[in-house]
């Protein structure tokens, strides 16, 4: 589909790789990757922030590559916060025709520390699914990929597919909402956002994100899931949406 602007996410716990390869030099596809990073020491050992895309696709390849371990694991609160502040700003910015998602489970809560260790909820999953659904008038496509825990897989793609099909999800607790990600997640989005924001090639994220800071992070955890996402403004932040 050449003709087409296409989200790509990758939610899996390890780096997409792969799929970042095919498209790294790709300007119609916006590639976003969540993923544990630890300074390359966590398999597959690649998905560094700087890694942005290579002309024509420079600046449309953005990895959220979470530093810090397991101390303590990533979890909704940290997921929640790079939706906010990362993954919905520029996916607005960028207002895709559809959205592609390589629904990868092994970093929702139940997996071992080899594979992955990390403890985001099966609800959490289907919470963000239904934020994706408020692009490209709610084309999203989920391939079920990665995952090793029976119960988590099973889990987190009822929470996702009830999400797709307008059902009632599991909602997160009011206290999830409001709780600040830990200092290592902090860190790595405020990573991502130093990196797209400063390098003006990057056509997408640069306008969206260019003068976004610490400051401007700490008060995003403090708004209302819903409201954040819907306007996505912290200062310099601002959403065209």
Not at 23 to 46: A, M
Request: glycine fraction near 10%; charge should be negative.
């Amino acid at each position: 589909l050449p003709c087409l602007l296409h989200l790509l996410t990758v939610q899996d716990v390890h780096h997409g790789n792969g799929t970042q390869e095919v498209f790294y030099s790709d300007p119609s596809v916006l590639y976003i990757s969540l993923h544990r990073y630890d300074n390359g020491n966590f398999f597959p050992g690649s998905g560094h922030p700087s890694e942005v895309g290579a002309s024509p696709g420079e600046g449309f390849n953005v990895n959220v590559g979470w530093m810090g371990g397991l101390n303590p694991p990533m979890g909704d609160a940290e997921y929640l916060a790079a939706f906010r502040a990362v993954v919905m700003p520029i996916a607005h910015e960028f207002s895709p025709d559809v959205v592609l998602v390589s629904a990868g489970f092994d970093a929702v809560e139940g997996h071992s520390s080899s594979l992955g260790g990390y403890k985001v909820t099966a609800k959490c999953f289907g919470f963000l699914t239904r934020q994706l659904m408020s692009l490209a008038g709610g084309k999203v496509v989920l391939a079920l990929e990665g995952g090793h825990d029976l119960k988590a897989i099973c889990d987190a793609s009822e929470a996702c597919v009830s999400a797709l099909l307008g059902m009632e999800v599991e909602p997160l607790s009011q206290s999830v909402l409001d709780q600040k990600p830990c200092e290592n997640a902090v860190l790595s989005l405020q990573k991502v956002i130093q990196i797209h924001g400063e390098n003006t090639t990057c056509h997408v994220t640069s306008r969206t994100i260019s003068n976004m800071t610490l400051r401007g992070l700490v008060a995003l955890w403090k708004i209302h899931a819903v409201s954040a996402i819907a306007s996505l403004s912290m200062g310099s932040l601002t959403s065209d949406r």
